[in-house]
Structure formats: structure tokens, C-alpha cells
């Protein structure tokens, strides 16, 4: 114990997990959600995001990723964060065709992002379909719980389009 410096935070981490494992086997005794509840809205942490992001701060967010996408280094940057990423998209369409399944990406952008569709769009076609959902999808400020989250609104409309897309 002494030798191993980490030795507190190994204890910290194995509680937690011990925890969320406690959790789940709970949640599986627990009786069933009446017929009338949605799953999400009976059992789940999740929070719905009923409020309306500020449209001063959506314009801010909006001129600060135009004027990134514009920086002269911000193609190198992203260049080299993304090289291990994409080693790692490797492995994952290795397992996905050994498993027959269909590796498929979804681009979901920020609030008034420049780009239309991400930027290495050409790299993931090379792992698997790529969806881009139309742009008119995220236009409505009022649909925006902050810069990067949409509220109930935009989540539902969104997701409805996205079973579409799926089905």
C-alpha cells in the first residue's frame, strides 16, 4: 500500500463502480413502470431541458467557432487531435464487419456551426455511413437549451426524424 501512491483513488474508483453495479441490479427489482409513464421519465436521471437557450449567447457561440473554423492553425490542430481517434475507428470497424454489424455516424452540430457537415467527412465515409441531418432541423433558437444541447422541443422533433431516417 505504502509503494502504490494511487492506492486511494483505485479504493475511490472500485466503490464507484461497486456502486453503479448496486444501482443497476436495483433497478432491475424494481416493479415495472405503469403502462402510462414513459421509461425515461420514470426510472432515469436524465434531466429534459425545458428551457430556451439566451439568443445573445447562441450568437456568441455562433461568431466564436466562425472565427475558429478561420484560424490559420486550426486545421493542423484538428489534424493532430484526430489522429489517434481515427487509429481507434479502425479497431471499432474491424469488430463491427467481424460482427456484421453497420458502423453509422451521426453529425450533430452546435448551435449556427459554419460547417454544414463535419469537417472530415470524406474519413468517416471510409468507416461507415455518415447521416447528416438537414440543417433546417437546428435552425430554431427556440428549440435550444444552450450552445451545444437542444431543449424538449428540438430533442423530439429531432429524434423523430432521426427514426425516419433509421427505419
Known amino acids: 500500500m505504502i509503494?502504490?501512491?494511487?492506492?486511494?483513488?483505485?479504493?475511490?474508483?472500485?466503490?464507484?463502480?461497486?456502486?453503479?453495479?448496486?444501482?443497476?441490479?436495483?433497478l432491475q427489482i424494481l416493479p415495472k413502470e405503469p403502462n402510462n409513464k414513459?421509461?425515461?421519465?420514470?426510472?432515469?436521471?436524465?434531466?429534459?431541458?425545458?428551457?430556451?437557450?439566451?439568443?445573445?449567447?447562441?450568437?456568441?457561440?455562433y461568431n466564436q467557432q466562425l472565427s475558429k473554423a478561420l484560424s490559420v492553425n486550426y486545421g493542423f490542430i484538428r489534424n493532430w487531435k484526430l489522429m489517434y481517434p481515427f487509429h481507434y475507428l479502425n479497431r471499432i470497424k474491424t469488430l463491427c464487419?467481424?460482427?456484421?454489424?453497420?458502423l453509422i455516424f451521426l453529425?450533430?452540430?452546435?448551435?449556427?456551426?459554419?460547417?454544414?457537415?463535419?469537417?472530415?467527412?470524406?474519413e468517416y465515409q471510409k468507416y461507415g455511413r455518415v447521416i447528416l441531418p438537414p440543417?433546417?432541423?437546428?435552425?430554431?433558437?427556440?428549440?435550444?437549451?444552450?450552445?451545444?444541447h437542444l431543449n424538449f422541443n428540438g430533442s423530439h422533433r429531432f429524434t423523430r426524424w432521426l427514426a425516419n431516417e433509421l427505419n
Open 3 to 26: 509503494g502504490n501512491r494511487k492506492y486511494l483513488l483505485d479504493v475511490y474508483k472500485a466503490f464507484q463502480v461497486r456502486y453503479m453495479y448496486f444501482q443497476d441490479n436495483l
Open 38 to 61: 414513459k421509461h425515461f421519465d420514470y426510472y432515469s436521471n436524465l434531466t429534459v431541458f425545458k428551457m430556451v437557450a439566451d439568443g445573445e449567447d447562441l450568437k456568441e457561440h
Open 97 to 102: 464487419e467481424k460482427h456484421d454489424i453497420e
Open 107 to 122: 453529425y450533430i452540430p452546435s448551435f449556427g456551426m459554419a460547417a454544414e457537415k463535419p469537417l472530415n467527412l470524406a
Open 135 to 148: 440543417k433546417n432541423l437546428f435552425n430554431n433558437p427556440g428549440e435550444w437549451a444552450d450552445n451545444e
